[in-house]
């Protein structure tokens, strides 16, 4: 550590994991009934869940055991799908619908925010699946993207049909990370402004048939244990359902967050922070410099971390911990990979570090 940097940690901080975006009953074209899928949830561990039924705010929302149920909608016509979190009425278009900023607007009229989804679907045109990606991006108001979502991935890897086999089988080792399209656009919109990540599930649970296989994609129970956004919180959750909604909604709003494939290896205590002898900020803060100051990753178990700012690799580390002399400013994220199943595999990506 730079002579004259002390570690101003200001305490704890507390790791709450979620799983963001999926559908039950309520919605058109999903079939699980909503006490099924909380159970799920509790049973993977999940802190929080936020349910996004196309155009509907039916489900009641609360806490079972100690899993906290939200309840947001994804706003969804042809293209430029839309999930819209702190609002109290649905907000209802026409699948024609041709200008986002219109539902953007609606959706922070109710005091709510949003953010955009799935931004690259490509969907599976060996199987009929079409694409939805967002293609609209001279709007504005939206928090974020998400970046990571498992129901993509798994389609990206639906090619040909021996790679549709396998990813039938072993759906877990088809997931390839965020895309490298996706990531470029982020780190772009980042050094434009505010603009943070979430993960998500996109999860229908749909029976499917390929070719004679049929399986469903995917049961809650694999879902849930997979794509993980955690909110980082300075206080602990209370227990009390409205009070902690608003704390996990705004720390996601924020980007006081990250994401990780949490399959093969948990990464609740993943910690990353800019600090000098006065000030410590977690990803979505602005950090200004003032003489010496440092950068700092953990990761909670073995793997490769690196360093990005501005959308470029500055630094890698084939460790638990990196550190970074704080002098160029910029936008600072960490990826991170896991060793599982006999090769390295993508597992944690940072909300940015705004560095004046």
Known sequence: MPEGVADVSSGPVFDYAGGIHFHSSYSYDARAPLPEIVASAVNAGLHFA????????????????????????????????????????PV???????????YIDEVAAQGGFGFISHPDHAG???????????????????????????????????????RAIRACLKPIKALQGPTPKTLARWDELTQKGHCVAI??????????????????????????????????????????????????????????SYISLDYWHNASGFMFRAYDEHTQ???????????????????????????????????????????????????????????AEGKWRPWIYSNPIWVK
């Open 281 to 339: 900020v977690l990803p979505g803060g602005t950090f200004t410099r003032n003489g010496q100051a440092l950068i700092e990753a953990r990761l909670p178990g073995e793997g490769k971390i690196s360093l990005v700012r501005d959308g470029r690799v500055v630094r890698e580390e084939s460790r638990r911990a990196l550190q970074w002399d704080l002098t160029i400013p910029g936008v600072y994220r960490i990826e991170a990979l896991q060793y």
């Open 124 to 162: 599976a045109p060996l199987f009929g699946s079409r694409a939805y990606p967002w293609i609209q991006w001279d709007v504005t108001g939206y928090s974020g993207l998400g970046i990571w979502d498992l129901m993509s991935d798994w389609a990206n890897a639906l090619g040909s049909p021996w």
């Open 50 to 89: 936020i349910l996004t039924d196309h155009y509907r705010l039916d489900a009641k929302g609360g806490y079972s055991g100690k899993t906290l149920l939200i309840i947001g909608e994804e706003i969804s016509p042809r293209y430029n799908h839309y999930l819209a979190l702190g609002i109290t009425r």
């Open 199 to 256: 993960g998500e599930l996109d999860n229908h649970a749909h029976r499917r048939s390929f070719f004679g296989l049929k399986r469903v994609i995917f049961p809650f129970d694999f879902a849930f244990r997979t794509i993980r956004t955690h909110v980082l919180l300075e206080k602990e959750l209370t227990g009390k359902a409205e009070e902690d909604e608003h704390t996990i909604l705004q720390a996601l709003k924020q980007g006081q």
């Open 92 to 102: 209802v278009v026409w699948k024609s619908e041709s200008n986002p900023q219109k």
